[in-house]
């Protein structure tokens, strides 16, 4: 076999190896390994960084905590403390929950994943959602 066939052959083992049922960037979890691992009882914080209405309107209801992507760096002391703690961060369609998955990570929590695709991708899969506080 030639080498390169071999790197190649490696490289595609590592990268399947490595998917994990999350997305291919490591930051990133698919909705339906987000409701695996709710559903498997998995210790976790989810944080929703969306408005409060939007919120009201309709929301997961293990959520842990709500607090608006440009309100995070003032509310750090909601959050846990244990920076080893997995972290799911969630909005409408993943761009916020992004941003501060982002920020997060910078400020040294390394378990931190953005869900990828937010509330309008759990509700497209016919995921239960809650309106109310």
Do not use: F, H, W
């Given at each position: 076999m030639k080498?390169?066939?071999?790197?190649?052959m490696?490289?595609?083992?590592?990268?399947?190896?490595?998917?994990?049922?999350?997305n291919v960037n490591?930051?990133?979890?698919?909705?339906q390994f987000l409701k695996s691992e709710f559903d498997a009882g998995k210790e976790f914080y989810l944080l929703d960084v969306r408005t409060l209405p939007e919120y009201t309107a309709g929301h997961l209801s293990f959520t842990d905590d709500?607090?608006?992507y440009d309100q995070l760096p003032k509310h750090?002391?909601?959050?846990?403390?244990?920076?080893?703690?997995?972290?799911?961060i969630f909005c409408r369609t993943s761009r916020?929950?992004?941003?501060?998955?982002?920020y997060l990570r910078s400020i040294g929590y390394p378990n931190v994943y953005n869900?990828?695709?937010?509330?309008v991708a759990w509700q497209n899969a016919g995921f239960e959602i809650v309106s109310g506080k």
């Open positions: 080498p390169l066939s071999v790197i190649m490696l490289i595609i083992a590592m990268t399947l190896l490595n998917c994990n049922n999350k490591s930051d990133e979890v698919s909705i709500l607090i608006p750090l002391d909601k959050i846990p403390q244990d920076k080893s703690t997995t972290m799911y916020r929950s992004g941003i501060s998955t982002t869900v990828s695709g937010g509330i």
